[in-house]
């Protein structure tokens, strides 16, 4: 029995995924729309990448990350200090039992993406692939 509580077996289970989808489409509209009143928070375009939901469906982490990655910074910070807000608004919206506790990271996948097409780029790696 694995001691991860975000992952007991070969993946996330459908329902999983679905709410976990759920809540992100709800998440990125509560932000769009500005319903949390924080001025701050209101300030930044947020894009919500992913939700994963733990298997209880009781923690939903939310990869957000800040357009054009400016203010990626105090992003995690400022959606943590409204998360009962947001979490307020979220149940408002979802048909769900229970409204999960959410957790914020930096959604890094774009970073990624950079990176991979840099090293496809690099001379020394098109020379191995043109060979493979």
């Avoid at 070969?10 to 009143?37: C, F, K, M, Y």
């Avoid at 947020?46 to 400016?70: C, F, H, M, R, W």
């Avoid at 203010?71 to 039992?97: C, F, P, T, V, Y």
């Avoid at 990624?112 to 001379?123: K, Q, V």
């Amino acid at each position: 029995m694995s001691n991860n509580k975000f992952h007991d077996g070969p993946g996330p289970s459908q329902r999983q995924l679905r709410v976990g989808e759920l809540i992100r489409r709800t998440l990125s509209d509560i932000l769009a729309r500005g319903e949390v009143h924080d001025p701050e928070l209101n300030r930044i375009s947020i894009t919500v990448g992913e939700v994963k939901t733990s298997p209880d469906l009781k923690i939903a982490t939310a990869y957000v990350s800040a357009l054009g990655g400016q203010k990626n910074a105090e992003l995690i910070s400022l959606l943590s200090k409204n998360k009962n807000d947001l979490r307020r608004a979220m149940s408002k919206n979802l048909a769900l039992k229970y409204a999960p506790d959410l957790r914020f990271r930096l959604d890094e996948t774009f970073d990624r993406m950079d990176e991979t097409r840099r090293l496809f780029s690099d001379e020394k790696v098109r020379r191995d692939l043109d060979t493979g």
